[in-house]
């Protein structure tokens, strides 16, 4: 019997002629898959002239790309982009929201443009494109045509190839258990029903495989067809990175939802594309839809809850990588309007009940809007006690110490360190870690100072906080799954530890060396995820004097070795260079049992952290170069501080 057309379909559906259920649900199974809004059109039937001479010319028929490759921005310039936007334009109080579905492109207020509408209507920051420049127009025909072989060409090379259900699954659960509750970024309703029945977005399916097999532990990666877990994450990132650069994807909500994602890529420092480019590109395409200027628009509760997420989760790590490097953030707080994010904007609609997917829990929803909060903080230390023209005074930094104060009494129960269980120790020390590092930042400077005040005291006692935390994330085996701040959180601890080791005698000076180790070993695990940037690596080992350095038990420097395939490890066994090599890595000898040999130390006392081959750095002296290492106390390290 032959399938009976539809009786309507959605405006979407009916651009791709797919099969539309949007009688039976609204929105239809198809826009929910895609993220993209559900619009009924208006019918024409029986509502245009019939007589022959009144018919439009047929047009000739236009190349159309696979599902992938379906356009629905096209750039009309490099620097401006369009979208069909499917929220309300703006409009005064005495106006009716009215709803755009024509493809737009969004303008500031401070463009020229503003200034010559009709000041008697509303007034618009998303402004509809002549139909010329619409997708469908046969202007892009040539555009078009050439994303057809773009798409071939990623067929051909297995960008559009993924591995086996087995470990798919197994690593789109390490995703959602890991990433999803730092960062919810995704509809996880959405994405289930998109993988369900096949529509997932090639882009961000390999995007979250790439995350997934960062953060799975380690039984789950052994259970895949991947010999090396570092392979297996540059095989998922290239995939994702060739789609995306053939412009093989039609949601704009997608790509940016893959870009962050991919921002999690840790290059070396001579890398272009490293964390800041694809944070940068992700921002600047959330800014050209007009994300920063949310409050001056409507959009459908769900659509604007996803909005607020990804935003925020792009300003969170925007600050958290400028802080980390010393680089001018990319969003600033006076060039957008978005409201801070609140419970409910993370409180998920539909429940899922899936083994892979997961479900929400409370302390999901409160973690990302406390994170939100100490990311604001984050900016307001750093442009108040770090940028150049600013100098830095006791009044500011008391005011910031009261907001930090205020933050932690307001805390949720649930996130709170006296109250917390098993089950939210990974978020709950991750954010505590995030709080206690705002200390560090605020009064390192003072703690640096050669004659500290008594305030330089709150520093430390951050960094011995932190150091407690850490160590009761390692006890838990949670170490490898937090995300990459943590890095910077356990080596700003590292610092001040060594610094205070440095000064201190006696049993001080042994329990610094101790918290110390505990860094170490920290970093050590986050190099199973992240790889770790030796060569910030080697400018901390660069800056120890020798007494220091033995005391951390680190060798002496005519002690190397060299990693057999896959080990290196400066500090002992380790599981890969981070630099990506294969083998033949130069290191000095580990402490504790660390006897140089492929593998982690168990027990805990071997540290596995990579300082690499770097030749352009030559920071590993022969022995006629022992004495370069003599370098006055930690002066180099303050500096770097």
């Not at 490099?78 to 334009?89: D, I």
């Not at 209507?121 to 892009?140: F, G, M």
């Not at 890398?271 to 921002?283: C, K, N, Q, T």
């Given at each position: 019997m032959p399938l009976r057309r539809a009786k309507q379909a959605c405006i979407h559906c009916h651009r791709r002629r797919i099969r539309c259920d949007v009688l039976q649900q609204r929105p239809c199974s198809n826009c929910v898959s895609q993220d993209v809004a559900c619009e009924?059109?208006?019918?024409?039937?029986?509502?245009?002239?019939?007589?022959?001479?009144?018919?439009?010319?047929?047009?000739?028929?236009?190349?159309?790309?696979?599902?992938?490759?379906?356009?629905?921005?096209?750039?009309?310039?490099?620097?401006?982009?369009?979208?069909?936007?499917?929220?309300?334009?703006?409009?005064?109080?005495?106006?009716?929201?009215?709803?755009?579905?024509?493809?737009?492109?969004?303008?500031?207020?401070?463009?020229?443009?503003?200034?010559?509408?009709?000041?008697?209507?509303?007034?618009?920051?998303?402004?509809?494109?002549?139909?010329?420049?619409?997708?469908?127009?046969?202007?892009?025909?040539?555009?078009?045509?050439?994303?057809?072989?773009?798409?071939?060409?990623?067929?051909?090379?297995?960008?559009?190839?993924?591995?086996?259900?087995?470990?798919?699954?197994?690593?789109?659960?390490?995703?959602?258990?890991?990433?999803?509750?730092?960062?919810?970024?995704?509809?996880?309703?959405?994405?289930?029903?998109?993988?369900?029945?096949?529509?997932?977005?090639?882009?961000?399916?390999?995007?979250?495989?790439?995350?997934?097999?960062?953060?799975?532990?380690?039984?789950?990666?052994?259970?895949?067809?991947?010999?090396?877990?570092?392979?297996?994450?540059?095989?998922?990132?290239?995939?994702?990175?060739?789609?995306?650069?053939?412009?093989?994807?039609?949601?704009?909500?997608?790509?940016?939802?893959?870009?962050?994602?991919?921002?999690?890529?840790?290059?070396?420092?001579?890398?272009?594309?490293?964390?800041?480019?694809?944070?940068?590109?992700?921002?600047?395409?959330?800014?050209?839809?007009?994300?920063?200027?949310?409050?001056k628009f409507s959009h459908p509760t769900r659509e604007k809850k996803l909005w607020k997420r990804i935003w925020w989760a792009l300003y969170i790590r925007d600050q958290q990588s400028a802080a980390a490097l010393g680089l001018p953030p990319r969003i600033r707080d006076e060039d957008g309007d978005v409201a801070m994010l609140e419970p409910h904007d993370v409180l998920e609609d539909e429940v899922v009940d899936d083994p892979v997917f997961g479900r929400q829990r409370p302390q999901d929803v409160l973690y990302p809007v406390e994170m939100a909060k100490l990311a604001r903080l984050l900016r307001t230390i750093v442009s108040t006690q770090y940028l150049h023209h600013q100098k830095p005074d006791l009044a500011t930094r008391n005011a910031l110490n009261q907001q930090l104060c205020v933050w932690e009494s307001e805390l949720p129960i649930e996130l709170r360190l006296d109250a917390v269980t098993t089950d939210a120790l990974l978020l709950t020390g991750l954010l505590h870690l995030t709080y206690q590092n705002l200390y560090i930042l605020l009064y390192r400077p003072v703690f640096l100072d050669p004659t500290p005040f008594d305030d330089g005291q709150i520093a430390l006692d951050a960094a011995t906080k932190s150091s407690r935390i850490m160590e009761d994330l390692l006890s838990h085996h949670l170490v490898q799954h937090g995300p990459p701040h943590l890095i910077t959180h356990a080596f700003s601890t590292l610092c001040i530890h060594t610094i205070h080791h440095r000064r201190s005698s006696g049993t001080t000076r042994t329990l610094a060396e101790h918290r110390a180790r505990l860094c170490l070993l920290s970093l050590e695990e986050l190099q199973k995820s992240w790889d770790l940037e030796n060569w910030v690596l080697h400018l901390f080992f660069k800056g120890l004097d020798d007494g220091t350095a033995q005391s951390l038990r680190l060798s002496t420097p005519g002690e190397m070795g060299v990693s057999p395939e896959g080990s290196g490890g400066a500090l002992g066994g380790g599981e890969g260079g981070v630099d990506g090599s294969e083998g033949g890595s130069v290191r000095r000898q580990g402490y504790g049992t660390g006897n140089g040999g492929g593998h982690a130390n168990t027990n805990g006392m071997g540290m596995g952290i990579d300082v690499g081959q770097d030749d352009w750095y030559g920071w590993i002296p022969g022995d006629d170069e022992a004495d370069a290492l003599n370098l006055q106390n930690l002066e180099f390290l303050y500096r770097f501080l």
């Open positions: 009924l059109g208006v019918s024409q039937r029986g509502k245009y002239p019939r007589k022959k001479s009144l018919k439009t010319q047929p047009t000739q028929p236009q190349p159309i790309l696979p599902e992938l490759a379906t356009p629905a921005a096209t750039s009309v310039s490099p620097g401006v982009a369009t979208t069909t936007h499917h929220g309300y334009s703006h409009s005064h109080p005495n106006h009716v929201p009215q709803r755009i579905t024509e493809p737009t492109v969004f303008l500031g207020e401070s463009s020229p443009l503003t200034s010559v509408m009709d000041p008697s209507q509303p007034p618009k920051l998303h402004y509809p494109l002549p139909d010329r420049l619409a997708p469908s127009s046969t202007r892009d025909e040539a555009v078009r045509l050439h994303q057809v072989q773009r798409a071939a060409q990623l067929e051909s090379d297995g960008s559009l190839s993924f591995p086996p259900q087995e470990t798919t699954d197994s690593l789109l659960q390490a995703y959602f258990r890991w990433f999803h509750p730092c960062f919810p970024i995704l509809d996880r309703a959405a994405v289930y029903r998109g993988k369900c029945q096949g529509t997932l977005s090639p882009l961000l399916l390999q995007a979250m495989l790439f995350i997934g097999v960062s953060l799975c532990d380690d039984e789950a990666f052994a259970r895949t067809e991947f010999p090396v877990r570092y392979r297996a994450k540059f095989l998922f990132y290239s995939r994702a990175k060739a789609i995306y650069e053939a412009d093989a994807e039609s949601s704009p909500t997608v790509k940016l939802q893959a870009l962050f994602m991919l921002s999690f890529w840790r290059g070396g420092p001579s890398e272009e594309r490293d964390v800041r480019f694809w944070l940068g590109v992700a921002i600047s395409l959330a800014q050209k839809r007009g994300m920063h200027m949310m409050s």
